[in-house]
């Protein structure tokens, strides 16, 4: 996350293994750039609350790695088995629309979101942020892990994920190999529920980069 108070431009990095979390925090002492550059090894939710972390030791860089939802969620996957052989240890999640508030941040360049199928959640503590315009410019990942999921109980979806932007007045993009795909209503079209590993770039449709984005778009 971009955030800027006048002249200063800050980055805040939230990482949920705190074997990688360690890892960005040595390249940043390393260059020097620990003022500007703030890493929390902690996970983000869709609400701030207390989830359950796995106790399992992780290589730098994995990004196999998830809070532990309840049980209805295990058709997640393996990273859900895993609390229930190894453990788990409870650890306070924030949402990004609490992290804001607390710091007072006025204004959010960006927020880029790579949560291996967790986005829609991340988004949707966001959602308060989106509507007062504070966030600028949002990039996420959509798959077919995690929440993203199909067959699983709690999915969240593509298209309910859009158009609940589009009521707060976001439009998204998806980014293609030529450049930027409109999919947002009223553009959406049920074929564009894809299922693979895509990016997605949204400005509210008020702002100025709208009409830039547009010219990109195919």
């Known amino acids: 996350m971009n955030a800027r108070g006048g002249n200063h431009v800050e980055i805040h990095a939230f990482e949920l293994a705190a074997s990688t979390a360690h890892l960005l925090e040595t390249i940043v002492n390393d260059?020097?750039?620990?003022?500007i550059v703030h890493v929390y090894n902690r996970p983000v939710d869709n609400s701030t609350r207390m989830v359950d972390v796995p106790l399992v030791a992780?290589?730098?860089?994995?990004?196999?790695?998830?809070?532990?939802h309840a049980p209805e969620s295990r058709a997640i996957g393996k990273r859900g088995d895993s609390c229930r052989r190894r453990g788990r240890l409870p650890t306070l999640a924030t949402s990004l629309d609490d992290f804001i508030?607390?710091?007072?941040?006025?204004h959010v360049f960006q927020v880029t979101i790579d949560t291996e199928g967790w986005d829609a959640l991340v988004l949707e503590g966001l959602r308060r942020s989106l509507r007062s315009q504070i966030v600028q410019v949002v990039e996420f990942e959509y798959s077919a892990m995690g929440f993203w999921k199909q067959g699983l109980k709690d999915r969240r979806t593509l298209a309910q994920t859009l158009?609940?932007?589009?009521?707060?007045?976001?439009?998204?993009?998806?980014?293609?190999?030529?450049?930027?795909?409109?999919v947002s209503p009223p553009c959406w079209?049920?074929?564009?529920?894809?299922?693979?590993?895509?990016?997605?770039?949204?400005?509210?449709?008020a702002s100025t980069f709208f009409?830039?984005?547009?010219?990109?778009?195919?």
């Open 189 to 205: 079209r049920e074929e564009m529920e894809i299922h693979r590993w895509s990016n997605l770039v949204c400005v509210h449709g």
């Open 101 to 106: 508030e607390q710091r007072g941040f006025g």
């Open 163 to 182: 158009q609940w932007m589009a009521d707060v007045g976001w439009f998204c993009f998806m980014q293609g190999k030529f450049g930027l795909v409109p």
């Open 31 to 35: 260059t020097g750039v620990s003022d």
């Open 58 to 68: 992780t290589a730098p860089g994995n990004e196999r790695f998830s809070i532990c």
């Open 211 to 218: 009409a830039e984005l547009l010219k990109l778009a195919v």
